[in-house]
Structure formats: structure tokens, C-alpha cells
């Protein structure tokens, strides 16, 4: 995809007028660029920057916008990558030469552009390399006989597709760890039927599921961030 971008942008061998281009050719051709990232949740923090990072790229990442404007102030970035649930998103915005890429949970068209979480690699890269977003796989998936609380395979193939794939056991790391808060703050606003809060918490928490194919885990937090988002507690 990303050779057939170079090939329709012009990219070439000047000096024989040829068009050769492999994946050598794209590596050494690539800017390594300065990426913010603002996004409430841990583990999608994780996955894009060792995404990013293997690519080349340096990126700052913050859970806050407070902390993303503070970064701002002090640096020049070639990419805004934020969250659209993050509390104040629509206050950063990025000066002269930053891309601001917004990050999603659902396809979202009022958002453009955007990168659905969890990030397909070639997504990711796309919008912040700036040579075109592809449109989201819509492949249904392959029936289970028995859903596992994570689909190691695709989260596996996921991560090997970014090339990070032995990052996989520091991403499932992060997201035991951060589990229990999310569970005690739904559990929490639960207690007092607060069904804005419920709404908020799950849907944090549903971006680290889906970011580690936690798959029953996901759809049951869709349906409590729904449910939230109804009034119903």
C-alpha cells in the first residue's frame, strides 16, 4: 500500500528516469518524525508509540491534555495524535505544520482525519506519514469454538504486522495492571447509579480492551457505555 502511494506521489530514480521502489527504498526514504500522542488510556499509548517508535519515529505521549499543551509549549511536533473522548480535546490544537489526527473507539465520520483504535499498523502509519488513510478491514471475523478473554492470535498478528511483535507480553502487561482501577471506578459508579460516569469510565476502558483483543470483555463494555449513554444505571 505504501509502495503504491510513492509510485502515484512520483517517487523514483531520478537519474535513470526508473521507478523502482522496495521496501529498502521506502525505509531509507522515510522522515523520522515527532509525534504527540494524547490519549486517557495506557495501553493505547503503548501499542501506537511502539508502533511509531519501530518505525522510526519519536513520539511523546501524555494521558492529559493539560499535559499535551505543556509539550507544546516546549517542542515542535509534525503530528498531533488525540483521542476524541480525552477530557478537552477540542481545545489543543496544533500550530502551523502539525497534523492533527484524531483517534476513535467506532468510525466516527465527524472526525477527519481519523485512525480507528485499536490502530491497524498501515493505518496508523498512513496518517501520520501523510501518504493516505486505508479504509478500515471489514473482513467479519472467523467463527470461535471458544472465546479466550484474549485473542492472542490476532493481537499476535497484529503486532507482527507492525513488526513489534515481542511487545506483546509488555502490552497484556500494562493492561492487567490498569484493569483493576477501571473495574473498581465502574464498579464505583455502579454503586451509585451515576450512569454518566459509568459511561465515561467504560469507554476508556473499552479502548485498552479492544487495543488487546479482549474481545467478550469489549462487547460487554459497549454495552455498558451504551447503557450509560441512555441514563440507564
Known sequence: LQASAELLSGAADRSTGTTLITRFSMEENRRALRV???????????????MLHRRGHRVDAFGTVAEGASAMESSDY????????????????????TTRITLVDRSNQEHSPCVVMPPEPMSLFAAVEGWGIPAPSTSPPEPQQERS??????????M??????DAVPTILEIFRNESPAWMAAL?????????????????????????VKAEGLTEILRLVEDAG???DA
Open 149 to 158: 478473554p484474549v485473542n492472542l492470535e490476532a493481537l499476535t498478528a497484529m
Open 160 to 165: 507482527r504486522d507492525a513488526g513489534i511483535e
Open 36 to 50: 504527540l500522542m494524547v490519549d486517557g488510556s495506557p495501553v493505547n499509548r503503548q501499542v501506537a508509540t511502539t
Open 187 to 211: 464498579a464505583e459508579a455502579a454503586s451509585r447509579q451515576d450512569a454518566p460516569a459509568m459511561a465515561k469510565v467504560a469507554h476508556v476502558f473499552v479502548s485498552a480492551a479492544g487495543s
Open 229 to 231: 449513554n441512555r441514563g
Open 78 to 97: 509534525d503530528a498531533l495524535l488525540i483521542h476524541a473522548a480525552v477530557e478537552g480535546a477540542g481545545s489543543l490544537q496544533p500550530g502551523a505544520g
